[in-house]
């Protein structure tokens, strides 16, 4: 449910780009037709512009009904995609971050003299205090003078094409260029610490981008939907990868994350369908849950010796994959990890897997699995569910066959079982309907003290015989 709820937020984000809507609450609230404001005993506030009645250019008043006019309000020109230029009066000292979101047209900045909060250089709103980058537009060019580009700065501003940021410049805020759909190219320069949240999402047109190795995180949702991006490179300095991070981005298809990165969030390339090849670096310990689902074209997959756990769903749907090498420092492999992936056709794994999730390899189709020397148990549900699997290694040292360890393998015919086993448990083989053959690699005396539950073979399972070394045994 959390990570439902994650990948929802983060949709809610984008579609905050194309639709602004603000209530107003009527508590000292005037409706001027062109204006609405709220007043307190001093000063009002611009809650919202109706640009139904406006001109392409709007100048707000320093004063209404006598008072200063002080603040801008959350989307007090939300979506007003016709206003091409803004003059902001010297009284202001507030600007709400989305208080210009969606102003597609905005070519034009100006702050009055007077203001001791704010000014404007280069059709750029600059905070005096900070540096800090408020308010941008398609003809901005960002000044030496600002340290940091603002949460939506320039979100919406999709006739932006190009932009120069300076190395003044220490963090790019969340949201800050979403949903500049014309942007095609940017370069990061190496001042820049973290990239924020939201920070490009929905810049479906931007096809490179450099990723400096002053950068050390990259937030949540930072490029989801940016379909144009072809290749990217996240240099050793970054430690954490946001979750839906790069999430929808169909046009990559090469991605190099090197050493250094020791988190990739959920659902951080989901949706990647153009990504070919992926190397996890040893740096990182766990594979979160749906990394790489649906990466659709994804044939190779290079898991480093430190890895420890592969997520839920982290490989679900990648049905181009061919091969994937699971390495001894992994110990759990999560539910549905790779689900749907038709093109694999044998896996090995290895001894140190304590767990794995219901139905992690279900929707493989015609897949052979070795559980490599040194396994000493099959987990319960390990292959529940995979009704594609054809074969099955068991090493002789294994001792124990989980609870319901092969539930609903109809496509496995026989499995040999080493001498070694010790307990079979609850419905182990259930639902295993093509399941003819057992060899048992020890007498019929020791098959018959392994500790079974009652149920291990019921529910449709095969009329299978148990070949021992002295003779078989029917099916109870």
């Given at each position: 449910m959390k990570k439902v709820l994650l990948y929802m937020v983060a949709i809610m984000a984008i579609l905050c780009l194309v639709s602004c809507n603000h209530d107003v609450s009527n508590e000292n609230v005037s409706d001027e037709g062109l204006?609405?404001?709220?007043e307190d005993e001093a000063s009002c506030s611009v809650e919202k512009y109706n640009e139904r009645n406006s001109s392409s250019s709007v100048v707000?008043?320093?004063?209404?009904?006598?008072?200063?006019?002080?603040?801008i309000g959350d989307y007090a020109f939300g979506d007003c995609s016709g206003l091409t230029s803004i003059t902001i009066p010297g009284s202001v000292t507030s600007i709400e971050t989305c208080a210009f979101s969606g102003c597609s047209g905005l070519e034009s900045i100006e702050v009055e003299t007077g203001s001791s909060v704010y000014y404007s250089e280069v059709n750029c709103l600059i905070e005096r205090a900070t540096g800090n980058l408020?308010?941008?537009?398609?003809?901005?060019?960002?000044?030496?003078?600002?340290?940091?580009?603002?949460a939506g700065a320039f979100r919406g501003c999709s006739g932006l094409t190009s932009v120069t940021i300076p190395s003044s410049v220490t963090s790019i805020g969340s949201s800050a260029f979403s949903g500049c759909s014309g942007l095609t190219s940017l370069t990061i320069p190496d001042s820049v610490a973290s990239i924020g949240s939201y920070a490009f999402a929905g810049c479906s047109g931007l096809e490179s981008i450099t990723i400096p190795e002053s950068v050390t995180s990259i937030g949540d949702t930072a490029f989801w939907g940016c379909s144009g991006l072809t290749s990217l490179t996240i240099p050793e300095s970054v430690t954490s990868i946001g979750y839906s991070a790069f999430s929808g981005c169909s046009g990559l298809t090469s991605i190099a994350i090197l050493e250094g990165v020791t988190s990739i969030g959920e659902y951080a390339f989901s949706g990647c369908s153009g990504l070919t090849s992926v190397t996890i670096p040893s740096s990182v310990t766990h594979i979160e849950s749906e990394v790489?689902?649906?990466?659709?074209?994804l044939t190779s997959v290079t898991i480093s010796e430190g890895v420890e756990t592969i997520g839920e769903s982290a490989f679900y749907n990648c049905s181009g994959l061919t091969s994937v090498t699971i390495p001894?420092?992994?110990?759990r492999i999560g539910r549905e990890a790779f689900r749907g992936c038709s093109g694999l056709t044998s896996i090995t794994i290895p001894g140190s897997v304590t767990s794995i999730g219901e139905e992690a390899f279900s929707g493989c189709s015609g897949l052979s699995i070795v559980f490599a020397d040194g396994t000493t148990e099959i987990p319960d549900r390990a292959l529940a569910g995979t009704s594609g699997v054809v074969s099955v290694t068991i090493p002789s040292s294994v001792t124990r066959i989980g609870r319901e360890a092969f539930r609903g393998c109809s496509g496995l015919t026989s499995i040999t079982i080493p001498g070694s086993v010790t307990s079979i448990g609850f419905?182990?083989?259930s639902g295993c309907s093509?399941?003819?053959?057992?060899?048992?690699s020890g007498t019929k005396a020791q098959w018959n003290s392994i500790t079974k539950d009652s149920w291990w073979n019921l529910y449709n399972t095969g009329d299978c015989t148990i070949h021992c070394t002295d003779g078989d045994i029917a099916k109870n």
């Amino acid at each position: 449910m959390k990570k439902v709820l994650l990948y929802m937020v983060a949709i809610m984000a984008i579609l905050c780009l194309v639709s602004c809507n603000h209530d107003v609450s009527n508590e000292n609230v005037s409706d001027e037709g062109l204006w609405i404001f709220k007043e307190d005993e001093a000063s009002c506030s611009v809650e919202k512009y109706n640009e139904r009645n406006s001109s392409s250019s709007v100048v707000i008043p320093s004063t209404y009904n006598g008072k200063p006019v002080t603040s801008i309000g959350d989307y007090a020109f939300g979506d007003c995609s016709g206003l091409t230029s803004i003059t902001i009066p010297g009284s202001v000292t507030s600007i709400e971050t989305c208080a210009f979101s969606g102003c597609s047209g905005l070519e034009s900045i100006e702050v009055e003299t007077g203001s001791s909060v704010y000014y404007s250089e280069v059709n750029c709103l600059i905070e005096r205090a900070t540096g800090n980058l408020v308010l941008g537009c398609k003809n901005s060019v960002i000044p030496e003078s600002v340290t940091s580009i603002g949460a939506g700065a320039f979100r919406g501003c999709s006739g932006l094409t190009s932009v120069t940021i300076p190395s003044s410049v220490t963090s790019i805020g969340s949201s800050a260029f979403s949903g500049c759909s014309g942007l095609t190219s940017l370069t990061i320069p190496d001042s820049v610490a973290s990239i924020g949240s939201y920070a490009f999402a929905g810049c479906s047109g931007l096809e490179s981008i450099t990723i400096p190795e002053s950068v050390t995180s990259i937030g949540d949702t930072a490029f989801w939907g940016c379909s144009g991006l072809t290749s990217l490179t996240i240099p050793e300095s970054v430690t954490s990868i946001g979750y839906s991070a790069f999430s929808g981005c169909s046009g990559l298809t090469s991605i190099a994350i090197l050493e250094g990165v020791t988190s990739i969030g959920e659902y951080a390339f989901s949706g990647c369908s153009g990504l070919t090849s992926v190397t996890i670096p040893s740096s990182v310990t766990h594979i979160e849950s749906e990394v790489f689902k649906n990466c659709s074209n994804l044939t190779s997959v290079t898991i480093s010796e430190g890895v420890e756990t592969i997520g839920e769903s982290a490989f679900y749907n990648c049905s181009g994959l061919t091969s994937v090498t699971i390495p001894s420092s992994v110990t759990r492999i999560g539910r549905e990890a790779f689900r749907g992936c038709s093109g694999l056709t044998s896996i090995t794994i290895p001894g140190s897997v304590t767990s794995i999730g219901e139905e992690a390899f279900s929707g493989c189709s015609g897949l052979s699995i070795v559980f490599a020397d040194g396994t000493t148990e099959i987990p319960d549900r390990a292959l529940a569910g995979t009704s594609g699997v054809v074969s099955v290694t068991i090493p002789s040292s294994v001792t124990r066959i989980g609870r319901e360890a092969f539930r609903g393998c109809s496509g496995l015919t026989s499995i040999t079982i080493p001498g070694s086993v010790t307990s079979i448990g609850f419905s182990a083989f259930s639902g295993c309907s093509g399941l003819t053959s057992i060899v048992y690699s020890g007498t019929k005396a020791q098959w018959n003290s392994i500790t079974k539950d009652s149920w291990w073979n019921l529910y449709n399972t095969g009329d299978c015989t148990i070949h021992c070394t002295d003779g078989d045994i029917a099916k109870n």
